[in-house]
């Protein structure tokens, strides 16, 4: 049976693989600059976290008996009641902290007193660095058995300290066991260095003895850092707070944020939060070593490209619904694209320092930026931003570099990968010009919005460009097809007729009236929408159970492909299928199977659920109410 998860986190830490069947944590990971990617400790083949009940002299199963729910929608709690406990765990990353906490509550609904034991294991085989792939660092895992106080810490050196992990109690009362593989540690000294084919196991225990009718609350606090002395930090801090008033703090932090629909349906209400904060913390983070907001596809290593940037998977799909949630968020997000992104706009795929990753140009991707500024100066009316260092210079490099992609004698520009990232035959695609087209027209409006007159003949020459852009996709971008005359998906301007039907929901000609390209009652695009929902089209999926568009990089229904009908005005086909299809957990993903609706391709799609949460927003969002003038 397939592993189901739920994965929390905020700007620091990630818990990606939360597994539902028992509440361990298999990863916990951290965004880090100096190695471009994330970096987590694992267990290896066992989880590197695992809670344990004890009641009397017998423990309290957990595997197969948990129910779930997620807290504000996104803390993920699970219960279980089996006689003679009830027993309530919640799982949270207070915002801004570089830690995490697990609470544990438990009444006793027997007749008699109990004891019951709390105990968390870590289990640690590696630290493990992902970018796209997932592989395990060579260097010394350290059990520093007393930091500054009585406490231990796990910390990872390759020479130098990289990332350590601490608990800390509640309490005096708690106690701490030891082993190296399978046999017992006491350590005499400050710190012991494990073998590499060998697992620590930390064993954390918090116990209590309970009445009939007594209820008990332990929280188990963990603070990560670069070293020992970071992360004990964090944990101790926790501590001092204490773990009600951060899970309040934190509950009162996701409230604020949460959204509502107009349908009043709390499923779709679920739906849109989960895959906001999704697309909040595992979309965009801050780095633990140089404290950077940077932004990525997915810090979940079930995503098979995660921790690595796109711009388009940031600005087209991601950055939507964080303007939308949290604008002074958006606003680091789109200052660390004009930063250490800027110079690699529109490469395929880059590190988060901003150096290239996989190279290969992308249209696509080049106009991504410019459409995401114009509607974050729209939105916040934030114009001090354009002064920002690096904004005047990628506003120019659009400028002097577009025109290189042109064709010599036709107003289309090229590219070398389509939106899903896969090579094409033809270079001239439909979908990657209305985005030209869109970026012209946002630059024009960027420069009006600053109201200077020395700009005029700028936004003038945008605007022709614009036009003769718009002119030339309706004449070389047009054919007949099996519905009529209608938007091919590619042509090849200088073969005279040569063109490709074809649409991937990454870049979608059903998203052209979203761009303000034409209107849904357009018949070109009335009839290219037509052909792509028709059993014509051999991606449609059309009579399957979960009916969505695909396409060959992904050949099964996208969860991308839902959100493109949603803002192409096909409301109830979207929702028939955002309703009823599991994804991941409830979390989008790639694609999903045609008959059962679960995750397909690519689990964990961060932006792709930041896209999702957007798209539920942007069409059935409940808006503030604007007062009328008198």
Known sequence: MKESYFPTGNEYVALPTLRARDGAVEQVNVLHMGVNGLLAFSGGSTPFLTPRVM??????????????EREADWLPKFQVREEPLELEGVYFCPPGERGFVLSL???????????????????????????NVTKPLQGDRALVAKTWEDMPALE??????????????????????????????????????????ENLLLHWLQSKDLKPGETWQAHFYFGLGLDEIGAFATAREFQRTGGRKLRQETVKWLEAKRRVTTTKDPRLDSLMNVNAFFNRFYATGVTIDTEETVCLTSRSPRYYVSGAYWD??????????????DPPWAQKILGYAFTRQAANFGVHSRYLSGTVLEPGFELDEFC????????????????????????????????????????????????????????????????????????????????????????????????????????????????????????????????????????????????????????????????????IYSPEYRYSFTGKPYEEVGCGHAPHPWVLASVNSLLAGQKERALKFLKTAPMDNGIACESVDENTGEAATGEAFATCAGFLAYGLWHVLGKKPKVKKRR
Request: aromatic fraction near 12%; charge should be positive; hydrophobic fraction near 40%.
């Open 156 to 197: 990872f050196r390759c020479p130098a300290p990289l990332l350590s992990i601490a608990p800390y109690p509640p309490d005096k009362s708690s106690r701490f066991f030891f082993r190296k593989g399978l046999q017992a540690l006491n350590p005499t000294g400050r710190e012991t260095l494990m073998d590499s084919n």
């Open 312 to 325: 388009r998977d940031t600005l087209l799909w991601s950055f939507p619904s964080v303007l939308a949630l």
């Open 368 to 531: 991504a930026p410019i459409i995401a500024l114009r509607s974050y100066l729209e939105t916040t009316k934030d114009m001090v931003f354009l002064s920002r260092p690096g904004v005047r210079e990628s506003l120019d490099r659009f400028e002097r570099e577009l025109p290189k992609k042109k064709h010599p004698k036709k107003d289309l520009y090229q590219t070398w990968l389509l939106p899903s990232d896969d090579p094409w035959p033809q270079r001239y695609v439909t979908y990657d010009n209305v985005l030209v087209w869109r970026a012209l027209m946002d630059l024009a409006q960027i420069y009006r919005m600053e109201k200077n007159k020395l700009l005029a003949p700028k936004i003038a020459k945008l605007q022709r460009q614009a036009n003769l852009v718009k002119a030339a996709i309706i004449r070389y971008c047009v054919a007949k097809g099996p519905k009529g005359r209608m938007f091919v998906w590619s042509v090849d301007l200088d073969k005279k007729g040569e063109h490709m039907l074809y649409d991937e929901p990454p870049g979608s000609l059903l998203l052209l009236p979203r761009y303000g390209f034409c209107k849904i009652s357009y018949p070109l695009w009335k009839r290219t929408r037509d052909w």
């Open 55 to 68: 009641v009397n002299d017998h423990e309290f199963l957990l595997e197969g008996h948990l129910s779930w």
């Open 105 to 131: 509550r438990a009444t006793n609904v027997s007749l008699e007193q109990l004891y019951c034991g709390f105990a968390v294991e870590l289990s640690w085989a590696s630290l493990l660095h992902s970018i």
